[in-house]
């Protein structure tokens, strides 16, 4: 396995030092540049430059043998401290036109990366995957993994509660073109694409291993503290509908290089999500 990893790893900084030589990027910026700590506006590879061997086991594999290899490859991964995903958030999703500001995912709004706490008008960590949905709180892990944690403000944050994804509802203040009712989540269309590939990469990355729950992705919208996330027909509708952009790509590569050093495969293969469910 450690040789295995080495060669991934090996391979990995072969294909960022092609992507430095210049390969095709997608345009954030005049000049198109690998994204990283150092250089956060920079815009990453696009998803088919992405370095083929690092999927290498996942090759030729569909439905549940799929699943097991994705999960194998991202388990192997750099863990965060929950304090220290406070830095990594004022990177991944920094602003392109602000670099003094991060974009809020439900909201959409530009808010400086100082306002960072639980006063109204700050951001927060929003877990995506809500932490309530298999009872791992803020653990080293899956309660901290940046594949699924983003800033957003502090008042939204808590309108979307706990609540799985689904489509309809209500507009509410600073919601961007949200929508919420009783029990279920809309968020806006640009980032509804973006909401399902961090859910369905929960679902592989946290199979009950190390201590935590097995989540998984089914049809509901009632899961409550279950170990689950809904709704599953509507997450994949909106996997269709709203393809990884440069933003999600450039994040995608900044947790890669800078941080977690493991992907989340539905953003550079989105396909992949109907080849498992």
């Known amino acids: 396995m450690l040789a295995i990893r080495t060669r991934r790893r090996k391979a990995v900084a072969l294909a960022t030092a092609a992507v430095l030589a210049g390969l095709a990027a997608p345009s954030l910026a005049a000049t198109p ?4 700590a150092t250089n956060p506006t920079a815009t990453a590879a696009a998803t088919a430059d992405h370095d083929p061997a690092y999927y290498e086991d996942a090759a030729g594999k569909t439905g549940s043998a799929l699943k097991s290899a994705l999960h194998t490859i991202i388990s192997d991964q750099t863990k965060l401290s929950y304090a220290a995903v406070w830095d990594a958030l004022k990177v991944t999703d920094q602003d392109p036109a602000d670099s003094g500001n991060v974009i809020l995912l439900y909201s959409g709004i530009s808010r400086a990366k100082s306002l960072n706490g639980g006063d109204t008008g700050d951001w927060n960590r929003e877990h995506v995957w809500a932490k309530s949905h298999g ?3 803020t653990s080293t892990g899956p309660g901290t993994d940046l594949h699924h944690l983003r800033p957003e403000d502090v008042r939204v944050n808590s309108v979307r509660d706990n609540k799985d994804f689904d489509n309809g509802g209500s507009g509410f203040t600073d919601a961007g073109g949200s929508l919420t009712d009783a029990d279920s989540f809309e968020p ?7 909401v399902a590939r961090m859910v369905f990469y929960m679902a592989v990355r946290y199979e009950g291993g190390e ?15 279950d170990p689950y996330m809904g709704r599953l027909d509507v997450l994949k509708e909106w996997n269709d509908q709203d393809p990884p952009d440069a933003f999600e790509q450039r994040r995608n590569e900044v947790i890669h290089d800078s941080y977690q050093h493991n992907r989340n495969p539905f953003i550079d293969h989105p396909e992949w999500v109907e080849a498992i469910w």
């Open 33 to 36: 540049a690998t994204a990283s």
């Open 135 to 137: 009872d791992f709180g």
């Open 188 to 194: 806006r269309d640009a980032v509804k694409g973006d």
């Open 211 to 225: 201590g935590f729950a097995d989540l998984e992705v089914n049809g509901s919208v009632d899961n409550g503290s």
